[in-house]
């Protein structure tokens, strides 16, 4: 992939945010298998890019696993609440876990927090699904337009997952990152605002 794909991908990942900060519970299953697709493509682009030297069996691959956890997360509904909170204590952890030194905190901590915040969205469905939605929404639009902006601005050049990755690890404490997360919590919680006005219309 070189940077004018990733910069595609930015774009899809904006609108995508979009939905999910501000319909993200009335369109929650039909999110499910769009992030269940891209969350499996993504981490099999991530671990098998250095194994697979062939750009084509690796597409087929990352594709095959993005179909398998669009269905998990679809299908399975259980699976993809427990899956939707897991990536909101994730990114939260990225977004302000700086703040209260969980960058330097063990993998086996962060993964046992996740898998709380997986248990906790399956417990209190109603209300989380609103939260996480419109702060996962927030989180994808804010960090997807400064990874434009970045590109364009410092003419970056993005050419693998792993570089990709690691910009989304570091949007938040580089020295624009205060406003970032700003912007992430004012989406949030204009998202869920907004979603809980719908509801309360129907």
Not at 4 to 33: H, N, S, V, Y
Not at 87 to 96: G, K, Q
Not at 112 to 126: D, E, N, R, S, T
């Amino acid at each position: 992939m070189d940077s004018i794909e990733f910069l595609i991908l930015a774009f899809l990942l904006i609108g995508i945010g979009f939905i999910f900060c501000f319909r993200g519970k009335a369109l929650f299953k039909p999110l499910l298998a769009v992030t269940g697709f891209i969350f499996g493509a993504i981490l099999t682009q991530s671990v098998l890019s250095q194994t697979v030297e062939s750009q084509t069996v690796l597409l087929v691959i990352s594709v095959i696993a993005g179909v398998f956890f669009a269905f998990l997360t679809t299908f399975i509904y259980s699976f993809g609440v427990f899956f939707t909170g897991f990536i909101f204590v994730l990114l939260f952890l990225d977004s302000y876990g700086a703040s209260f030194g969980a960058q330097e905190w063990n993998i086996f901590i962060k993964l046992l927090l996740c898998i709380a915040g997986g248990f906790a969205a399956l417990f209190f469905q109603k209300v989380v699904i609103s939260v996480i939605s419109a702060f996962i929404g927030g989180y994808l639009i804010t960090s997807n337009a400064w990874f434009i902006l970045d590109l364009f601005r410092y003419k970056k050049s993005i050419t693998s997952v792993t570089e990709y990755n690691d910009y989304f690890q570091n949007v938040v404490i580089a020295s624009d990152g205060s406003v970032a997360l700003i912007v992430i919590a004012v989406l949030a919680i204009a998202g869920v605002l907004v979603q809980w006005k719908i509801l309360r219309k129907r």
